[in-house]
């Protein structure tokens, strides 16, 4: 991804990014003219859903835009449910490969 640097208008491209959270992502630009030299900091943010995921992470707290049919809606509801109860599931089970040890020296 590239931006047009505000100063001098040639071509800045991204120098190093990172995640802020998983909606926003931090950019540090460095312009391509070598008589300019600007630098700054940009970023890209997830601002609403067109079309949502098949496997919706329940985490992420993100709007529908106003073009999403309510059958759709009703669908992405139910697979982020299903998704939280399995997390909640997997989370209460006990390991069933966990070995023996509770039995005393000298049983069976
Ligand atoms: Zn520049």
Redesign the pocket.
């Known amino acids: 991804m590239r931006m047009k640097?505000?100063?001098?208008?040639?071509w800045?491209n991204i120098r190093t990014s990172e995640a802020v959270t998983n909606l926003l992502v931090r950019h540090y630009f460095v312009?391509?003219?070598h008589l300019?030299?600007?630098t700054f900091v940009g970023a890209t943010e997830i601002t609403y859903t067109l079309s949502p995921s098949a496997r919706p992470n329940p985490a992420v707290m993100l709007p529908f835009s106003k073009n999403v049919s309510r059958s759709t809606l009703t669908r992405h509801l139910q697979l982020a449910r299903e998704a939280t109860d399995e997390q909640l599931l997997s989370s209460a089970k006990v390991p069933s490969s966990a070995p023996d040890s509770q039995a005393a020296p000298g049983e069976g």
Do not use: K, M, R, T
């Open positions: 640097c505000p100063h001098c208008s040639e800045a312009c391509s003219n300019c030299g600007h």
